[in-house]
């Protein structure tokens, strides 16, 4: 939850920084509103998009999954950590909770001040929106198809207020506010939000002046600057009198109208939401890893027994190799090996004759293949060493590693994948330290690399 919040206001951020350097100062205005609305919800949905067309690897039939092994912290810190975890998660979810209630509450508050000026005001219902005059006032907004206005404003000169505010009814910019306002009561935490509501408030204005002043921008500008108001500040409505923006009203209507070919600018779009989903795509979601991992094992029994099964029958070489190939490829499993890491021709496992072992005798296990898996669950084991920076950070999970056995016995660690770095270089560690080996070989007898993905599961408990 908290990774996809991260990644979320991460993508937001860079959104707004684009919004802030190239398109906020162009007369695209449909277009800045277009973007304002769209990005929020890009930047909400990025996080679960998982494009494996992004993604280089290596085939699948050359990379044998192992089952896990689970090694765990020691038993004092087990205990600790199993009520602080529950309890931290618990802690934070009713922050959440208590902090969407209240902006909800403030949300009801701000409507039910709209409402209460509907009700003081004297209603008059024209052809195209309602007008509400709030007696004693000093007060111009729109909310939906209702302008409200101050009877103290009405005895001033007021037509320009009038189309001002008529722009925001045609433009249903109301709609756009309430759409932030929602996002507030969700995402109360995050201050993108915020700034995103801020910058559509003003973008609202703009479109507002540029449409209703047409070829009277100086004398527009002059009303602008006559009158200081007093009007209550509510981000649920468009206001025509809001201190903040006045200077970049005024700024914004003496500038020239942008020319086309800067709506290249939005092309900017492509690149940044492409180098988005380049990173989301080689993000790993625990849960699928671990679905992943079940699925695998479970094919790895399958070719064992199979090849349990054909080992001493009076079958053609050939016709082994073709049923163990068959065999491997339904373990389906996108494992996150760079293709680029590949650089030996790696040999598919049901095709290796002789599995790699360890140097040292082995007797457990009733194939050689066993008593590799066997030893190699006991280096992990032995070597491992519960970071203790993980132990106080209450870090715990599954890590994938990835590794080849070389030619020579060596082995390379390709890749990894764990939940937490910390726990990430103590998987790569463990494998690292693995003592040569003996290398698979073919049906010829020569060395080939063999190449492997062992979940190691951490756990505190």
Known sequence: MFSYIIQSMVFQLLFLVVYDLYLKKETFFNWNRFYLLITPLISLALPFVKLQSFRTTVPADFVFMLSEVTVVAGQDSQIHAQSSVG??????????????????????????????????????????????????????????????????????????????????????????????????????????????QNRITELHEFIADSKSVKNHKKEYCQLLLQDTFQTAQLSLVNQFFNHSLIKKRIVMLQKSTSKKVLQLKYLLLIPLITIMLFYTSCEAEQQAEFDQTQTAVSIEDQVRELEASIEGKDLSPELQRQLLNVAAKANNIDLGIDAKENTQADVPFSLVTKKPSFKTPCTEGSTDFDCFKVKLDKHVRETFEYPKEAIDQKVQGRVYVSFRINTDGTVSVLNSRAPSPILDAEGRRIISSLPQLNPGLDTDGKPVPVTFAYPIVFRLK
């Open 87 to 196: 309890e931290f998660s618990n802690v934070w979810f009713w922050i959440l909770a208590a902090g969407s209630c209240i902006s909800l509450f403030w949300f009801v508050y701000k409507c039910y001040q709209i409402i209460r000026f509907r009700q003081q005001g004297k209603l008059s219902y024209l052809k195209d929106y309602t007008f509400v005059e709030v007696p004693n006032q000093e007060l111009v907004f729109t909310f939906f198809n209702s302008i409200y206005i101050g009877s103290n404003i009405l005895q001033r000169k007021h037509d320009h207020i009038i189309n001002h505010e008529l722009v925001h009814v045609k433009e249903r910019h109301s709609w756009d506010l309430l759409f932030f306002e929602l996002l507030r009561i969700v995402f109360w935490y995050n201050p993108l939000v915020y700034i995103y």
